[in-house]
């Protein structure tokens, strides 16, 4: 195929949260599920176009944990694949996959070639060169953030030569987001801020960095409920889904929003109604991040050398019936209905928390081993009315606290 105008068709390489590659009207993208192999290669191939690369540098990227008799056979086929895909999309195939040097290379001389990671990358290095303001590379950060789209190739994201590149960009992502939504708060602009950090939270939502600012610019703009009810289910999710603890300055940052203007002489009902506040609305009993539950337990402890009063911990753990982990997508399900289950059979002064994926652990102050067990068999009589699975099972253990 040859082009005589002065400027050469260029494909458009996606890569950043899905690949798909297109020329005018013609396009192909990897969610025709296809093979992962054969997508693999041909981003590899792109990504490594300026590159010498050999047989041996392309079969240990494609199949790093194997070993073939015949490598260059299983790379010919591969090869084969991979332009009869880009035959039945329109693109010519043969001019683009060529044979080099006794190896293969995807060839940019007839069309042009143009990354999105690429230009991310080189956009992302001048947002972040310390020795320019950010006000002047603001519309550069703006560009590298739409780019941005999710992670580098997430259909082959476990492939031996994905992991690096991903994790690279997506620090690149999380620093310009960071900085340019430091930039957009310093000048009063939260609204943008707001906007930026959660467009940031749909592709990461368990980067703490992204909520921080997104909670402090919502406070800053004066909507401190709101940020406070954020904090709140942030940090929820983050300890249900990954027994994550919020980090000191993510502690800090509550701190910072939880704080209003005091009057030097406050009422003591107002102080009280303030201190309410944060459990109006919810019911049962209380559901707590574990470094707040150990303190609560310390609290206890203290108590029981003083009194000598009888307070058991309990553990409930979730498995199969031969004490064996349940599939990620079962054990979720069971263990939110063992908390709702927990909830509602125990007072609204009884404290909990999640000790690990498949436990909770419960303090019952004020009560004795039998009394113990009556509320044990309260909860699970609670969890097998409203779980009908017959293939989990719920298992306790009782223990006094004992004075420190």
């Not at 599920?33 to 693999?40: E, L, Q």
């Amino acid at each position: 195929m040859n082009y005589t105008s002065e400027e050469r068709p260029v494909i458009q390489v996606n890569t950043l949260g899905g690949f798909s590659l297109t020329l005018g009207e013609k396009n192909m993208g990897d969610n025709d599920n296809r093979s992962r192999k054969a997508w693999s290669l041909l981003c590899f191939l792109i990504m490594n176009r300026k590159k010498e690369l050999g047989i041996g540098d392309l079969f240990a990227a494609i199949w790093p944990d194997e070993s073939q008799d015949n490598p260059y056979g299983a790379l010919k086929t591969l090869v084969f694949r991979v332009r009869k895909m880009l035959e039945a999309a329109g693109f010519p195939a043969q001019e683009l996959l060529v044979n080099r040097h006794g190896t293969y290379a995807w060839s940019s001389e007839s069309l042009g070639c143009r990354v999105d990671a690429e230009r991310f990358e080189e956009l992302c290095h001048l947002v972040l060169d310390p020795g320019r303001p950010m006000a002047g590379v603001y519309d550069e950060a703006m560009e590298a953030v739409a780019l941005y789209r999710g992670y580098f190739l997430p259909k082959s994201g476990d492939e031996s030569w994905v992991i690096p590149i991903s994790a690279y960009y997506h620090s690149l992502y999380q620093k310009v987001v960071c900085r340019t939504a430091t930039y957009l708060t310093g000048e009063k602009r939260y609204e943008e801020t707001v906007d930026l950090c959660r467009r940031a939270a749909d592709i990461d939502p368990y980067d703490e960095h992204f909520y921080y600012h997104l909670i402090y610019a919502s406070f800053l703009e004066g909507r401190q409920e709101e940020a406070l009810k954020l904090y709140n289910e942030t940090t929820e999710m983050f300890y249900r889904d990954k027994l994550i603890t919020p980090s000191e300055s993510f502690k800090e940052l509550y701190r910072v929003i939880s704080s209003r203007e005091r009057p030097a002489l406050a009422q003591l009902d107002q102080i009280q109604r303030e201190l309410g506040e944060a459990n109006s609305g919810q019911d049962g009993a209380y559901l707590c991040e574990y470094a707040v539950f150990k303190r609560l337990f310390q609290i206890e402890q203290r108590g029981v050398e003083r009194s000598g009063d009888s307070i058991y911990l309990c553990l409930l753990t979730v498995s199969d019936r031969q004490g064996r982990m349940l599939r990620p997508e079962i054990q979720s399900r069971a263990m939110e209905r063992l908390k709702q289950s927990v909830k509602c059979s125990l007072r609204s002064s009884d404290a909990f928390s999640r000790y690990s994926v498949s436990q909770y652990i419960i303090l019952l102050p004020t009560t004795t081993y039998e009394n113990g067990e009556r509320v044990v068999r309260r909860i699970l009589g609670n969890f097998n009315r409203n779980y009908v699975r017959k293939d989990v099972a719920i298992n306790y253990s009782l223990s006094p606290i004992l004075p420190g």
